[in-house]
């Protein structure tokens, strides 16, 4: 099934969340290879949602986060619970939406051409699995209506890992 062609209207950002969840569960739906899903993840949100750099994940193993599948420029291989957004929010649990990564403190620069940022902690049940972290070259990119769209789809990702 090819989802390339749909496009999603982000000035009603809710509906099209809303779209790109549905087509995110059509997408997942009967695999549960978390290698395979994440990348489709990735690949779909990188696709589907406007100015983007990067989107991808990180994973948790061995007590840090390590980098995972991904769509964009290549990224730092490990981050630091604590350290950095990514670090932050899997600390924290709970999304963490930077309007400018350069005034965040201890923000690490992957890309130099990322100036907002939105992460996503991905918990199953009390479980840390990883991230969902997405960057832009546009400064306040992200909005508190993407973390709620972003929210449902990691959900949904999180769901296919039965």
């Not at 099934?1 to 099209?16: C, E, G, N, V, W």
């Not at 995972?68 to 630091?80: L, N, S, Y």
């Not at 600390?91 to 051409?113: K, N, Q, W, Y």
Request: with cysteine; hydrophobic share 45%; proline share 5%.
């Amino acid at each position: 099934m090819s989802h390339a062609s749909q496009t999603y209207d982000f000035s009603r950002p809710d509906l099209a969340y809303a779209e790109l969840a549905r087509d995110l569960a059509a997408l997942l739906g009967g695999e549960r290879d978390p290698t395979a899903n994440a990348a489709n993840t990735a690949a779909l949100l990188y696709d589907a949602l406007p100015r983007l750099n990067w989107a991808g994940f990180y994973l948790y193993k061995s007590g840090e986060l390590v980098l995972g599948p991904f769509q964009g420029k290549p990224a730092c291989v490990r981050i630091a619970i604590g350290k950095g957004v990514c670090g932050t929010a899997a600390a924290r649990r709970e999304t963490v939406l930077v309007e400018d990564v350069h005034a965040f403190p201890g923000h690490i620069a992957c890309d130099s051409a990322s100036n907002s940022e939105i992460v996503i902690p991905l918990v199953k049940g009390n479980e840390l699995l990883g991230v969902l972290d997405l960057d832009s070259p546009d400064l306040a990119r992200f909005t508190a209506a993407d973390a709620r769209g972003l929210e449902m789809l990691a959900a949904i990702f999180l769901d296919s890992l039965e």
